[in-house]
């Protein structure tokens, strides 16, 4: 049986640049990561700096913290390079965390 995993999303008020709100226009979730079941890891977290290039459009995450480590790495990358943002024309940054719970 897997476990569904709830997930709270904060954009950590560490914007750079000129744009400290980034409008985010498509969220993708990711999935609780079955090495975290295995584990019976029931949360964690990460926190990532997210580029966004001037079209809106992810150009790259870097996992900054993660809680535990390695753990949800892969799957916060892969989520958080779907997303959208509203295009600016500039490049930017932003720090966003995930939290992970497993829902048994």
């Keep these: 049986m897997l476990a569904r995993s709830v997930l709270a999303l904060t954009l950590v008020a560490a914007a750079s640049l000129a744009h400290a709100d980034a409008k985010v226009l ?4 990711p999935e609780y ?3 975290a ?3 019976n890891i029931s949360a964690g977290s ?4 997210i580029a966004i290039a001037g ?3 992810v150009s790259g995450v870097e996992v900054v913290e993660a809680e535990p480590k390695r753990i949800f790495d892969r ?4 989520a958080l ?4 943002f509203e295009g600016t024309g500039a490049a930017q940054t932003h720090e966003v965390k995930l939290v992970f ?3 048994d």
């Design 46 to 49: 990460v926190r990532a700096k």
């Design 75 to 78: 799957a916060a990358i892969e």
């Design 81 to 84: 390079s779907q997303w959208k």
């Design 55 to 57: 079209d809106g459009k």
């Design 37 to 39: 079941i295995k584990k």
């Design 101 to 103: 719970k497993s829902e």
């Design 26 to 29: 498509k969220k993708v979730a």
């Design 33 to 35: 990561p079955g090495e």
